[in-house]
């Protein structure tokens, strides 16, 4: 087709307007009532950064909907997660629903390790990292343990506790004497120290400090409202202050159970708390609240509120047709969504059937279930053949009797049996199989021989007929042993050949060599010794602790009776004599009788034996005679032996008469 100059030039001036028009539309949509806005990559930015991000793209506060999730690793305040996703776009209506990190979870359980006996730097460190928050010392005095080290903890170590629980560490502050003498401190003012000043503060004073909460209108959060003592005034180390601190202001709890979630999340944003909201299947309507925590009394400002909503029924797929471990695997990733709520239990059934083994035949729920519904599917298995007890056959017919069936041979096995020839099934598996399944069978070595040999006669080692006959035992064999004396046998050898009878050997075994206890009582020591030798037996010869009239160094006793029997090498005792006692002797000392007329008798007595116990004498007989009546005067009547300068036993007993006359 010709077009003509006027044509052409309409034409143009059709394509500018459309041009125009479009170009319009463009940046209607770009900045008029239904904008499109792309979302940005908001991850790890904070709160106030998504803010100002919203006021940039002129976006109000009822199009953003932020919630907390509980996150081990991001900080607090960070973006954990977002929808829509980056890079997609927020059409008009929609709500952009950011997920921010409450930080660890302060419920979770953590097990409580022993501390005690760790320093208190050392057990604060582990509990800051294992995210512990509500942690308190006491201080006492211990005279065991070191100063600044943990005595004991409440709980008690080996407990799992949630984090936000209180710990209490009593810490040793010294030893009772050092607490008698313990200083006095002056309590400051703690209006304006952080609940960490505090903490150090009793800490380097050795005070315990015990933290209380309290909401209040008028103090900030975190901030003291109050402490026990006043400050100024003292308190002894080893005591305790209380301290309130600022919760923030009271909120009442509204409870939501029951209501849509829009409505928890409105109320949330409204008074500046923080939600964690987790989704679970539930026979509920979708986005219904279920729980709450708490769900009624009073929170602080900025406080954290806990909600489990429904994320409706649980969508069950109907996986007919399909593998068993397809299954399997499929209600592993459902039971493990939304916080482990789906709780699908399946039961398995077989059926034989032409479909390949470990098809699902039929599934009996699918679509959408309740949380915790209970699920019966049917598994296909091949044809099944039944396998009879084919014992005393031959392996290679039972081989072909199974190829005959559609099975093969499974696991093989080797026995000895008296009553199955060689090469036949002694046992094999029976019952209902499917097609191709192997089948385990066990064939006969036939009857076990065991060639004992020489290992049962005498002389030969028990051990090594017992270790010998291991397959012989466990092949029906009985092996037994009696324990014997012996004057021939070490233990442990066989005494006599042992007796065979069948499948039984019974074999008498020595217990140890015997041998005859001598009598050396009379010999001298050396000689005893020798005869205890030389009879097998090992002697030990032990010097009396007395002396005895028997001359020095002869047996007087011996522990194992002669003629008794004992083993060889056992031990004998032999007693020998130290002798008869030796005779000391000393000069006995000149006296002049007559020197000691006329003294009283206590002043003779008294003399008499100094000098006798100064030569050497002691065994003394003083012997008194009354001769008042032959008016005599007091005297030595006479010594007894004669005190002459003879050499003598210094045990003899010296006599000695006093007579005793008048009294001056």
């Known amino acids: 087709m010709i077009l003509t100059v006027k044509t052409k030039i309409l034409m143009i001036i059709a394509a500018v307007l459309f041009a125009t028009t479009i170009g319009t539309g463009v940046y209607y949509i770009s900045s008029g009532g239904t904008t499109l806005i792309e979302v940005s990559d908001f991850a790890s930015m904070t709160k106030e950064e998504v803010l100002d991000w ?15 999730e509980y996150d081990e690793s991001a900080e607090a305040d960070t973006v954990i997660a977002q929808s829509p996703a980056a890079g997609e776009s927020l059409k008009p209506n929609d709500t952009l629903e950011i997920t921010l990190s409450n ?38 005095s211990d005279e065991t343990a070191k100063p600044d080290t943990v005595l004991k903890t409440e709980p008690e170590a080996g407990r799992s506790i949630r984090r936000n629980e209180r710990i209490t560490l009593t810490i040793c502050s010294g030893n009772a004497k050092d607490s008698e003498s313990a200083e006095e401190v002056t309590v400051p003012d703690f209006s304006t120290y952080t609940r960490t000043n ?67 999340d409105a109320w949330i944003r409204q008074n500046g708390l923080k939600s964690v909201m987790t989704e679970v299947f539930s026979d509920s309507a979708s986005g219904v609240i279920l729980t709450q925590t708490p769900s009624s009394g009073s929170i602080s400002a900025g406080g954290t509120v806990t909600f489990e909503y429904s994320g409706g029924l649980v969508p069950l797929s109907d996986y007919t047709g399909k593998s068993r471990s397809e299954f399997d695997t499929y209600i592993g990733n459902l039971n493990a969504q939304k916080n482990k709520s789906a709780k699908i239990s399946v039961s398995y059934t077989e059926e034989e059937s032409d479909s390949a083994a470990g098809t699902i035949l039929s599934q009996s729920a699918s679509g959408n279930v309740k949380p915790g519904t209970s699920i019966t599917v049917k598994v296909a298995v091949g044809k099944k053949v039944a396998v009879a007890d084919k014992r005393g056959v031959g392996e290679d017919s039972f081989r072909t009797y199974l190829s005959s069936l559609g099975l093969k ?86 005494t006599e050949n042992c007796s065979v009878s ?32 030389n009879a097998g037996l090992n002697p030990n010869a032990v010097e009396t602790g007395s002396y005895r009239d028997e001359p020095a160094g002869q047996i007087i ?46 002043e003779i007595r008294n003399d008499l034996t100094d000098i006798f116990h100064n030569a050497g004498f002691t065994n003394l007989n003083f012997v008194v005679v009354d001769t008042s009546q032959q008016d005599n005067d007091n005297g030595i009547e006479s010594i007894s032996p004669a005190p002459n300068g003879a050499v003598i036993d210094k045990t003899t007993t010296i006599t000695i008469v006093i007579h005793s006359g008048k009294t001056n």
Request: charged share 15%; proline share 3%.
């Open 54 to 68: 919203a006021s940039q793209h002129k976006l109000s506060e009822d199009a953003i909907s932020f919630q907390y």
């Open 103 to 140: 930080g660890p979870d302060p419920a979770l359980l953590v097990e409580l390790i022993d501390l005690v006996g760790k320093t208190q730097d050392e057990a604060a460190k582990w509990l800051e990292q294992n995210g512990f928050t509500d942690i308190q010392y006491r201080f006492a």
């Open 198 to 264: 505090i903490q150090a503060w009793g800490s380097t004073n050795k005070v315990t400090i015990v933290f209380q909460t309290q909401s209040s209108n008028t103090i900030a959060k975190d901030k003291v409202i109050s402490q026990t003592p006043r400050a100024g005034n003292k308190v002894k180390q080893g005591g305790s202050v209380t301290v309130t601190i600022s919760s923030g202001k009271g909120l009442t709890v509204t409870s939501f159970v029951g209501k849509p979630k829009t409505e928890a």
């Open 409 to 494: 041979p499974g696991n093989i096995s080797y026995a000895y049996d008296d009553a199955i020839k060689a090469g036949a099934l002694i046992r094999n598996d029976t019952g209902t199989y499917a097609v191709g399944s192997s089948i385990s069978y066990t064939v006969s070595k036939g009857s076990y021989s065991f060639n004992y040999g020489s290992l049962i006669n005498a002389g030969s080692s028990w051990s090594s007929l017992y270790n010998a006959s291991s397959e012989a035992r466990a092949n029906g064999w009985s092996i037994t042993s009696s324990s014997v004396e012996s004057t021939t046998y070490d233990s442990g050898i066989i």
């Open 502 to 533: 069948g499948k039984s050997i019974a074999c008498k075994v020595s217990s140890g060599k015997v041998v005859s206890v001598p009598n050396v009582t009379g010999l001298d020591k050396d000689s005893g010794i020798t005869a205890m030798k």
């Open 557 to 602: 006793g011996q522990s194992l009776a002669a003629g008794s029997s004992a083993k060889a090498g056992a031990a004998v005792t032999l007693t020998y004599s130290k002798g008869p006692k030796p005779v000391e002797t000393a000069k006995l000392p000149n006296i002049n009788i007559g020197l000691f007329d006329g003294r009283s008798e206590s």
